[in-house]
């Protein structure tokens, strides 16, 4: 059964720091890109962040490039998403997913995963 389960999220005051994670079952970790992607209520789920199955290139939407990091540990299957100096427009549901390519998460196709619960992340004071 091919699944994600995200955590990390939490509520924090602007300034502030998380560090965001995300386990993937049921695919070879490995062998594809990882993605983040966020959505607040009314608007399309967003892309945020994305690394290369390989050689760890990262790609970041404009608005979270220096701010936000993404990783992976192939051994946990598991990706990362640290945010720092985050602001009250980070405020989103943050999910993962998994793509053969980087550029398949930037464009939103093809997505490897079915949706998750996503991690709540609320930035306020």
């Known amino acids: 059964q091919v699944q994600s389960i995200e955590s990390g999220g939490g509520l924090v005051q602007p300034g502030g720091s998380l560090t965001l994670s995300c386990v993937v079952s049921?695919?070879?970790?490995?062998?594809?890109?990882m993605g983040w992607f966020r959505q607040t209520p009314g608007k399309d789920r967003e892309f945020v962040a994305s690394?290369?199955?390989?050689?760890?290139?990262?790609l970041y939407t404009e608005s979270v490039k220096g701010r936000f990091t993404i990783s992976r540990d192939n051994v946990k299957s598991t990706v990362y998403l640290q945010m720092n100096n985050l602001r009250p427009e980070d405020t989103a549901v943050y999910y993962c997913?998994?793509?053969?390519?980087?550029?398949?998460?930037?464009?939103?196709?093809?997505?490897?995963?079915?949706w998750g619960q996503g991690t709540q992340v609320i930035v306020s004071l």
């Open positions: 049921g695919v070879t970790f490995s062998g594809y890109s």
């Open positions: 997913n998994a793509a053969p390519y980087a550029s398949d998460l930037r464009n939103g196709s093809p997505l490897y995963v079915p």
């Open positions: 690394i290369a199955w390989g050689r760890d290139d990262t």
